[in-house]
């Protein structure tokens, strides 16, 4: 049912944030009424957050990252080892693999995968601008993130055929056994990859580059 | 763990969003990157309506509910009862109260109950301007309208005492069985209430006034 709030200010803000992914009528209202109740500066600054946010951030012409520049900071940083590209299906992922400290190359967001029941084809996604990088930034390695789906798997391979041309070595992520889970609660297909992919226990002491 | 996420803007919208009821830092980020995807227009419309609602919002003189003007439409609305006042706890009581379209007199908002625990006392409440309505408005009627628990029937019983040197009447929500709940699942004191109070039944065709 509808309810009417008496004040179309509180049913604008209900109605915007009701449209967030996850946000419901009922908790939109929820937190309408909490902002209310909190100091004015509080609320205003984050509708302002908001704004500046949406307004200012675009995407890095190289990786397709957000940004606040043409370039972001990750493709910026003369650090970073520029012949690694990790590439991820979305912004989200690269937060998620830096907080790993684990990758120190570069990037590639492509923006989704292959997915035709969405009617998501390879020219939607950022892979034609990956083989150009791969052509001419000088990059040897690439490394495949994407989920572990079917699509992720297509889109894998879809870029591995693109890019089977280019002396470039092409590396996946490994599938296997989560640390702190139990094999018996592994599923067949996860436990059976973690054996074929087995490797040299004495390699888990000194990792291989 | 903290991330980082190589803009302060997207960084600042995360933070802000995190400071919402029920919203942790992982939830905030989805939210603000579904913003970054989404047309500029509809996350300014967002960032505008928080910010329009908490500058123009304030609370209505006579009921303390929210309202755009001194007094709200409720309490302006001359085709309402002003002998009868319902008696909540907080703006979203009116809001659940209003959608039954049962009660077609005034509302008081208490903003809280009686709670020494959380260090909430009678003299945070609105309970003196109950009292001076009472005294100046010709109300003939209050609902208590407050939660069913201690500190609501605390709060029930301060006002009641309150209120018991004038010539008002004082009645509270009935107490019984949930419309669709089933018997075996109503919990004890409940349903001792609800026999109790149990009514006639050829008032529920007819029910008094």
Redesign the interface.
């Known amino acids: ?1 509808i ?8 049913e ?2 209900v ?3 009701s ?5 419901g009528r009922k ?1 939109a ?8 109740r909190r100091e ?1 500066n ?16 675009c995407y890095c012409s190289k990786c397709h ?4 520049k043409e370039v ?3 493709c910026n940083d003369s650090r970073r080892d520029s012949s690694v590209v990790c590439v991820v299906e ?3 992922d ?3 693999i ?2 790993t400290h684990q990758h120190s190359g570069l990037y590639h967001v492509l923006g989704g995968v292959i997915s035709p029941l969405d009617g998501i084809s390879p020219s939607d996604l950022e892979i034609e601008s990956l083989v150009s990088r791969v052509q001419t930034d000088g990059i040897k390695e690439v490394i495949l993130a994407l989920n572990p789906t079917i699509e992720g798997d297509t889109t894998n391979y879809y870029i591995y055929r693109k890019l089977s041309a280019f002396p470039v070595k092409i590396t996946m992520l490994a599938r296997g056994l989560s640390i702190g889970n139990e094999l018996e609660y592994t599923d067949e297909l996860t436990l059976g990859k973690s054996i074929q992919n087995r490797v040299l226990f004495s390699d888990t002491f000194s990792p291989k580059k």
Do not use: D, Y
């Open positions: 049912m309810q009417s709030f008496n004040s179309t200010l509180l604008n803000t109605a915007e944030l449209k967030l992914p996850g946000i908790t209202l929820r937190l309408a009424l909490h902002l209310l004015e509080e609320a205003v600054a984050l509708g302002e957050s908001i704004i500046n946010m949406r307004k200012n951030i990252n957000i940004s606040e972001c900071p990750i979305n912004v989200k690269v937060i998620t830096e907080s």
